[in-house]
């Protein structure tokens, strides 16, 4: 099922605010580089001080008032010049402000990392943190994904500058024999060597930002910048325990070809991002990057997206309770856990999925290679009861996602876009080698955490989301317009090519004809 997008001319380049770590911080508006006598010219203001991207930072005050060559500090005999020119900073940015309009922003909390691209940062943290046993296989899959989207853009043999095919195939055999310091020091090389390429790639256009949540926790992300960057952004959510590495395909393809900011994020308690996994909180998480896109970049039209779980609930309750978003994209997210996994006919509702959580938080901390990056440790009756308890107040606020969506249509402009893969629909019945498991299991009988549950969820160990082929065609009429559901065929829950390709086709158009094309 297609979706036509709407193309459109790139945007004029939008002014963007040069931000850095210090004390204080302003807002660079023009940077200008005048030739006089075979020698560079700044106009621009001299400041003193140990940071160096302080020391970097020049202004141009416009209409050549005050040209002054840029120096590393500021002579004393000049101090009159230099309060003089202050004086004529402020009145010539005060003008500009009311004249055009423009946004400047500045703040304590801007971190120079924005002036960086992600091979540049990823080349000066190995130096500073080598990779090791406990980061490799987030460091690992980031290195392959960029390679991957390199190749995309340019021939195999740039890309065995940095990590050829051989190289690629011994870091992985010494995973598996557990050597991490040798195969820590060739996706260390990998990285320095990558980083040499930055400037003549797009990799300059993606850097790790990080941003405050609530309650004080660290929130990290992949944000991606088109080549002509206007005023909209999409943020997107990995689903379950996952982490933002696993989604860098679609957000370079949603940047490059709809022209709007991409921010793959890490959920709180997953990836990179600090506090523990909640499910209220990961709704909230979507409303502080917005903030951060907003503040720092002046976005003002938002898109929010999620895969499996962090479509349900999180990018759903994003979208109901937030009114800057105005488009919605869900890949194989379950609009009702209570339809699902339920055998056809089944008289009563299922009940709190959490059990399924933490049947697979349990698997993988079993095997330490597939705990990276680190998640929190739910192994405490009390976080498991907190998780249970979260997810149970979740689903009694947006039990009927796509219903709670069309609702809100009703409202305001949301567009939404469900991306179902073809496997996930079909009869739910016995699993095709006869293995099935209930959740809870019977030991929980008596526990509290079977409390939260209305009876047993059976699973079957062949698919995790299979539900009846009925539903998704419900969820599709529940849902109003502009709003469309698209079924991939060729492709899993995890959405694997080739399907997957498809999908971001689909997300690319969607989001071209409904937030980049406004």
Partial sequence: MAVEGTHRSPPAPALQPQAFSASFSLSVFFVQKREEKDAPVFHGVVFKGSNRALKELFFQVGFGLCPLPFQAEAPAQGVRTMKTMLIKIVLVWTLAVHSTGLWFAGSVHAQDSLSRGLAAQMAEEVKESPTGAENFQARFMLLTNLAHMLLGESRQERVDLFLPRE???????????????????LIDES?????????TSFLERIQRVVFSGDDGITLTGYLFTPENPGREAFVFGHGGFGHKEMWMDLMHEVSRQAGVYSLALDFQGCGESGGATSWEGRSRNFSRAMDHLQESLNVTRFAVGGHSGGGAY???????????????????????????????????????????????????????????????DLSTQEDLNSLYGDMESTLKKYRHGARM?????????????????QDMIQAIGPAHDGKTFFLPPSAWADSRRASFLNRPLPFYSTELFNRPENVWKRWDEELGNPGSTVVIENTTHAFHPPGRHEAVAETVQWLQKHLAAQ
């Fill in 167 to 185: 190289k690629h195939g011994k870091i992985e055999q010494l995973i598996k024999a557990q050597e991490f310091g040798e195969a820590g020091k």
């Fill in 191 to 199: 990285f320095a060597r990558l980083s040499g390429m930055e400037k």
């Fill in 314 to 376: 999180p990018a759903v309750c994003s979208a109901i309770e937030d009114e800057r978003v105005s488009v919605v994209v869900l890949w194989d997210c379950p609009f009702d856990f209570y339809d699902m996994h339920l055998k056809e006919g089944a008289s009563d509702p299922g009940g709190n999925p959490a059990a399924l959580v933490e049947k697979m938080h349990n698997q993988w901390r079993q095997n330490d290679l597939a705990l990276q990056p680190q998640i929190r």
């Fill in 405 to 421: 969506l069309g609702e809100v249509q009703k409202k305001r402009q949301l567009a939404v876009l469900h991306i179902i893969a």
